[in-house]
């Protein structure tokens, strides 16, 4: 059932940045997108919650459930919508897969946590495949000032999400009893609040330009597949395995984001573009290697005592 339900999650959130350039191309003005997204999926997960007998709905009383939602969605999600109307899916995808370095930094920065050697050897390779991957749009003679800054904006976006995952893991540490699920809803409704707000003051509606199917559909996906069910499933795994097991899908989904997109949206997908890819997940797998030998070790006892 684990391994059922963790290569469900992986395909998910392989799917969701191509769903999400479907809507963004489609029409649908970017924050407007997002901010739908998440405020939807967030109050139907309350909602739902709450009519198991859950008190869910005080959660949006705490400023920490706010300040969660500014950094891991309102300010990871922004940046992201935006930016993919100017990049190909799958490199914002492997972009995003740069999380766990922007909490590494944040950590450093903030709390004055040294990191180890293997760690800045895992950064280095990772920023090695960032420099690959914007090198023909930096080498080009003209380059496009719209796909750097998107660039660039999703990596920006990555300290909002790192800063969220910070708060939220201090907050759960701290009071055992909330439930991950609902503190989940309350700051994706919290950031979606956000992002729908700033929407109605800084983007313009045309529906005439919208194409309605693929628009609709794009956001309904997002909404119960990408949103309620992908993050109910990390939040599931969290609870069946352990803290790392499922966050190993950074090292899957953007390798499946890359080939989704070339292969039903005819992007790009070149040399560098997968030299790139490659560089950064290895960088990032070499980062989370502790972790990873840690979670490999008491199985291989297992196996010895077992046989």
């Given at each position: 059932m684990v391994v059922l339900l963790y290569s469900l999650m992986c395909a998910i959130f392989?799917?969701?940045?191509?769903?999400?350039?479907?809507g963004v191309e489609a029409g649908l003005p970017p924050l407007l997108s997002a901010g739908a997204r998440f405020l939807a999926a967030g109050a139907l997960?309350?909602?739902?919650?709450?009519?198991?007998g859950k008190p869910s709905f005080r959660l949006l009383a705490r400023k920490e459930t706010w300040l969660i939602g500014f950094g891991s969605t309102f300010i990871t999600f922004a940046t992201l919508y935006w930016a993919e109307q100017h990049l190909d899916s799958g490199t914002a995808a492997v972009l995003s897969a740069t999380a766990p370095i922007a909490i590494l930094w944040l950590q450093s920065a903030v709390w004055n946590k040294r990191s180890t050697k293997l760690e800045?050897?895992?950064?280095?390779?990772?920023?090695?495949?960032?420099?690959?991957?914007?090198?023909?749009s930096l080498t080009a003679a003209h380059p496009s000032t719209p796909w750097l800054i998107g660039c660039l904006l999703v990596l920006l976006g990555q300290l909002g999400y790192a800063s969220g995952s910070l708060l939220q893991r201090h907050l759960?540490?701290?009071e055992p009893s909330l439930s991950p699920i609902a503190?989940?809803?309350?700051?994706?409704?919290?950031?979606?609040?956000g992002m729908t707000l700033l929407s109605l003051f800084t983007e313009r509606i045309d529906t005439a330009s919208v194409d309605a199917v693929p628009a609709v559909a794009s956001l309904l996906y997002l909404i119960a597949v990408g949103s309620m069910?992908?993050?109910?499933?990390?939040?599931?795994?969290?609870?069946?395995t352990n803290a790392f097991f499922p966050s190993t899908w950074l090292y899957v989904s953007p390798a499946l984001a890359l080939g989704l997109g070339a292969a039903l949206y005819g992007e790009r997908l070149n040399g560098l573009t997968a030299a790139g890819a490659l560089l950064v997940l290895a960088g990032i797998a070499l980062l989370r290697l502790p972790e990873l030998k840690t979670q490999l070790r008491p199985s291989k006892r297992s196996e010895r005592e077992a046989a």
């Open positions: 392989g799917t969701t940045f191509l769903a999400i350039k479907l997960l309350l909602l739902w919650l709450r009519l198991r800045r050897r895992g950064t280095v390779v990772s920023f090695a495949g960032v420099v690959v991957l914007l090198l023909p759960l540490a701290k503190l989940n809803a309350g700051q994706m409704l919290a950031g979606g609040a069910l992908g993050h109910s499933l990390y939040a599931w795994l969290l609870r069946a």
